[in-house]
């Protein structure tokens, strides 16, 4: 019997740590075992003096579908320990309370942690990123897509306002992120430089050696100068209101939730990972 691969895989390259999510099977949707396996190659990087840069990227054709919401390792029920905050264990509780204080810790509480690492962070995306994976896109500090990838936010179509980590304002720009939830379409990768979303777009094939270029020439800078310049910019966007807007959208994302499980069948609005792919692939 096969020995069972890892969720992630983590690879030092010289003084850059390329985290890697691996379901490629499953478009890397992001389940708690991926959630709490990122977090701990985070970490990882974080640790270690030698590693200057963090790539993430994604086995496969996708980046990441986003959050597991019909594979069979879906493992919503499912306890793990809480690293980005303190809330109750959800499996202990129901309903809305349930819900809230998981998606406090997994969502939004570990993507905010992960927007915090002190060390430069770079998404290297391919084919589909796509709601919980623009989150992780987002809270690295540069992007850089193959010609084919596309950037979608669909929940509205659960009647959701986007994903719990709302950057949307902040990362596209009002108007742009209301059209962008609005139609809950595509992004081609293309339009995403445009807007300021990607940094860099490259043919697919040069999509690894073009983000480890990148990462390498970072790498020559000074960490602790690397570490304070992350900061800084960080800490201007919280002044310009990314995290009390992010609060306030995760109360309303949650209202959301509370709406379609009291007049629908669940809290997703109807919406399946069937219906949520087939909805990402229109255009914007």
Known sequence: MAAEQPVVTYERRDQVAVVTMNRPDYRNAQNSVMTYALDDAFYRACEDDEVKVIVLAGAGKHFSAGHDIGSPERDIDVSYPRRAGLWWDHTRHTGGESRFAREQEVYLGMCRRWREMPKPAIASVQGACVAGGLMLAWVCDLI???????????????????????????????????????????????????????NRVVPREELESSTLELAANIARMPGFGLSLTKKAINQAEDLMGLQSGMDSAFGLHHFAHAHNA???????????????????????
Request: glycine share 12%; proline share 8%; no cysteine.
């Open 144 to 198: 850089v897509a193959s010609e084919d990838a596309f950037f979608a936010d669909p929940v509205v179509r659960m009647g959701i306002p986007g994903v719990e980590y709302f950057a949307h304002p902040w990362v596209l720009g009002p108007r742009v992120a209301k059209e962008f939830l609005f139609t809950g379409g595509r992004m081609p990768a293309q339009r995403a430089y445009e807007v300021g979303m990607v």
């Open 262 to 284: 009291e007049v629908g069948e669940d809290s997703l609005g109807g919406m399946n990972a069937r219906s949520m792919k087939q909805a990402a692939q229109k255009p914007e």
